[in-house]
């Protein structure tokens, strides 16, 4: 079945570091890749997607690239701040039918000032 | 535009007593709709799916059920709440290519 791996932290960084947060994904055909993003106490929020291979998501400074030939959907940003704290979550949709949303475990991040 | 509505935010219940969550989504038809438990400290947990009026999906045996009276709502219920179902809720709707979710109803079994 499918399934995403990411690194579950947490991860503790000072505000300007640089952030990496590892996704992997196994699927079966060609899945959608997401990166969702849960502040304290909210639901989730679409952070960035990518639909097909090579390509790039990005939004508020946050980049990812579907790297089909290591299954990867890495999270990256340059300088992280404050305000940048919360779970951060790695998901796949591989259908239009909508049911086969798989997410990670979702990762912690806490920026320090 | 489309909008999740899910109430109520917070809840804390008693073992033993019944459980009624209610999750609608407006400006759109037909979608995919999902039920989400996050337990403390843990990634999401999805309970139920559905893709259409009464039509339900379930991932893993539990002690709670899902109902999609009409297209656009979706319940999440339980008969006998246990201390085990304590958590985060979440539902979401899809129409295949992302999810988006309501703001999530803290449940607290005491």
């Known amino acids: 079945g499918n399934s995403v791996t990411q690194m579950e932290g947490p991860v503790t960084l000072s505000e300007e570091a640089f952030l990496t947060i590892n996704c992997t994904y196994t699927?079966?055909?060609?899945?959608?890749l997401f990166w969702y993003v849960q502040y304290p106490g909210e639901g989730l929020q679409l952070l960035l997607k990518?639909?097909?291979?090579?390509d790039k998501g990005s939004n508020k400074g946050f980049e990812a690239t579907y790297r089909k030939e290591t299954t990867s959907f890495h999270l990256e940003k340059g300088s992280v701040q404050v305000s940048d704290s919360a779970v951060y979550f790695c998901?796949?949709?591989?259908?239009?039918?909508?049911?086969?949303?798989?997410f990670g475990p979702g990762t912690r991040l806490s920026v320090l000032p | 535009s489309q909008t999740i509505h899910q109430w109520p935010a917070t809840l804390v219940q008693p073992v033993g007593s019944p459980l009624s969550l209610e999750c609608t989504v407006e400006?759109?038809?037909?979608?995919?709709l999902y039920w989400y438990r996050q337990a403390a400290g843990r990634g999401l947990q999805l309970l139920f799916y559905?893709?259409?009026?009464?039509?339900i999906s379930s991932e893993v045996p539990q002690n709670l059920s899902a109902s999609r009276p009409q297209d656009r709502q979706f319940i999440l219920s339980s008969k006998k709440l246990l201390l085990s179902d304590s958590g985060f809720y979440l539902c979401?709707?899809?129409?295949?290519?992302?999810?988006?979710f309501g703001q999530g109803t803290r449940l607290t079994v005491v």
């Open positions: 998901a796949l949709s591989e259908d239009n039918y909508g049911q086969n949303f798989v």
């Open positions: 990518a639909t097909k291979a090579d």
């Open positions: 559905s893709v259409g009026i009464g039509q």
């Open positions: 400006g759109t038809s037909n979608p995919n």
């Open positions: 979401a709707w899809s129409m295949g290519t992302e999810a988006f």
């Open positions: 699927a079966t055909g060609y899945p959608s």
